[in-house]
């Protein structure tokens, strides 16, 4: 969890690099969630839609970036978290999570969010708000 140092400005989150994304992981996600939108699981949808191969859920890159935030902080200090959706993910995509203390002041602090791919893509932006209290 945080320390001081942590909380200034400039401050870097650990990055939380994670594995491949599989078909599995995105069926799993499918089940989880509810979401059975066949262009994350189904090739034969993706390729129709002229994709060459499914791909991730955005709301799973959110959930990523959701676990780098309550890595680092309680659930209960964060007051605010959205984000933008910038790319897809595909398949087989090795996506880390990175942050960065933007702003301290009144008591909370901004950080900036963003999901990246092995290959330099982000493909998910967002800003949560840390109640320092």
Not at 13 to 32: E, M, N, Y
Not at 70 to 98: D, K, L, M, N
């Amino acid at each position: 969890m945080t320390t001081v140092d942590d909380l200034r400005e400039g401050a870097e989150l650990p990055p939380l690099r994670l594995p491949p994304i599989t078909r599995t992981t995105l069926a799993l996600f499918a089940g989880a969630s509810g979401d059975h939108n066949p262009i994350h699981i189904d090739l034969d949808v993706a390729r129709s839609a002229g994709l060459d191969d499914v791909f991730a859920h955005g709301m799973l890159s959110m959930a990523y970036l959701g676990r780098l935030l309550t890595g680092w902080v309680p659930q209960h200090r964060i007051r605010s978290y959205r984000v933008r959706f910038a790319a897809i993910t595909p398949v087989h995509a090795e996506p880390t999570c990175t942050g960065r203390v933007v702003a301290v002041a009144d008591g909370l602090a901004t950080v900036a969010l963003a999901v990246t791919l092995a290959d330099g893509t982000t493909t998910l932006t967002g800003e949560a708000v840390i109640d320092l209290t």
